[in-house]
């Protein structure tokens, strides 16, 4: 069973909720940390890495004695990578390639009439596989300056093992990055706080989770603070809270120190294997 554990916004817990829930299962887990830009749920597991793969994606390199400066590899390009500025008055015309924007979809290439394009390999990245007990632990790591995130994340997920209990870690938010993780999930967790910030950014993930057929629930953390306009909002969609985290100061101590919740209070481990349990259990929405 393959398990994304999500949030509409940041700072809602949801590596706390991925980490623990990890740490509580009894049998054998995989966790991937998909939050390529940002991952930390290694600070909380410890794991000890293996191995370390260099991850690249396929940029356009021109030849300018080839090109004849027609536009054509800008025409197909989706998201501007290619400035084409075409020659004048006898003068030789300029092409420019903005590499960070590139999704090396290889449009420009295949197009050129002239075969004057070919594929580069760009590093963006790194995975790290290792493991923690009898957890498989992988992680990304997106480069600085690099914007390209899905890419990362395809690696890591290239590496998805079937045959244990996958627990994803997504970036926060509800954009590409997001969307490449929780895709082909069996459930999605969506982590929450009752905040208008909180309930906002909730709506968002709801509808991306609809539009994707997963089936999700949602865990309230920090449930004594702020309203009650979370609540109410899950029971009118009918959203199921598989979860409630109170607000602890003694938990948040131990999260400040790089410890996870079921190992500094081992009374909370029955709560989230009783998620897990709801998880399993869990209606289509």
């Known amino acids: 069973m393959v398990i994304s554990v999500a949030s509409g916004k940041g700072g809602t817990g949801k590596t706390t909720i991925a980490v623990n829930l990890a740490l509580s299962i009894n049998k054998e887990v995989q966790f991937l940390d998909c939050d390529a830009e940002e991952p930390n749920a290694h600070i909380f597991l410890k794991p000890k890495i293996k191995e370390t793969k260099k991850v690249y994606i396929p940029i356009p390199e021109i030849d300018e004695e080839k090109c004849t400066y027609c536009g054509r590899c800008r025409e197909v390009c989706a998201y501007n990578v290619i400035a084409v500025i075409g020659g004048t008055d006898g003068k030789k015309g300029n092409i420019l390639v903005f590499s960070n924007l590139c999704h090396g979809c290889g449009?420009?290439?295949?197009?050129?009439?002239?075969?004057?394009?070919?594929?580069v390999n760009k590093e963006i990245g790194e995975i790290e596989i290792g493991t923690v007990e009898s957890i498989q632990f992988i992680h990304g790591r997106l480069?600085?300056?690099?914007?390209?995130?899905?890419?990362v994340i395809r690696e890591i997920k290239k590496h998805l093992n079937p045959t244990r209990t996958v627990i994803i870690d997504a970036p926060p938010g509800t954009s590409c990055p997001v969307v490449e993780t929780i895709k082909k999930s069996d459930f999605c967790v969506l982590v929450t706080e009752p905040?208008?910030?909180?309930?906002?950014?909730?709506?968002?993930?709801?509808?991306?989770?609809?539009?994707?057929?997963?089936?999700?629930?949602?865990?309230?953390?920090?449930s004594d603070l702020g309203d009650e306009k979370t609540d109410k909002y899950c029971k009118e969609q009918n959203i199921p809270i598989l979860m409630r985290i109170p607000f602890k100061k003694e938990i948040a101590v131990a999260y400040s120190k790089g410890e996870s919740i079921v190992k500094t209070f081992p009374e909370y481990k029955k709560d989230f294997e009783e998620l897990f349990n709801k998880i399993k259990d869990g209606k289509p929405n």
């Open 107 to 119: 449009s420009c290439s295949y197009f050129c009439p002239e075969s004057a394009i070919k594929e």
């Open 195 to 222: 905040t208008p910030f909180g309930l906002n950014d909730l709506t968002l993930a709801v509808e991306v989770l609809r539009k994707l057929k997963i089936r999700f629930g949602v865990v309230i953390n920090r």
């Open 143 to 151: 480069n600085i300056g690099e914007a390209m995130a899905p890419p």
